[in-house]
């Protein structure tokens, strides 16, 4: 069994607190899809991040094991936003 502790790195001025985490089995490798929840006025932030297929833990920046770069991030028009989920081509997000 594998743990780890992973600290978020962000640009100066950006702010991202993880909330929620789901598992998006739709690519390869699997990833995983992480989410803030915020109060109201404040738009919610999503990333994705890919997971390793030997060791089923994100993914390292190349021979930097302790680095992991998002695929991408999306600060939604959402407010107090859950979760979310990828399936059929679509991003399902809780509210």
Sequence with gaps: MYARIYNTVLPKGTTFAPHSA??????????????ESTSSG?????????????????????????NVTAQWAWETNIYN?????????YYFITR
């Design 22 to 35: 789901s598992l998006d089995r739709n690519s390869t490798p699997p990833c995983i899809m992480i989410g």
């Design 81 to 89: 936003a859950e979760g979310i989920a990828f399936a059929n081509n």
């Design 42 to 66: 404040k738009n919610s932030t999503f990333a994705k991040f890919k997971l390793d297929n030997d060791t089923n833990l994100l993914s390292p920046d190349s021979s930097n094991t302790t």
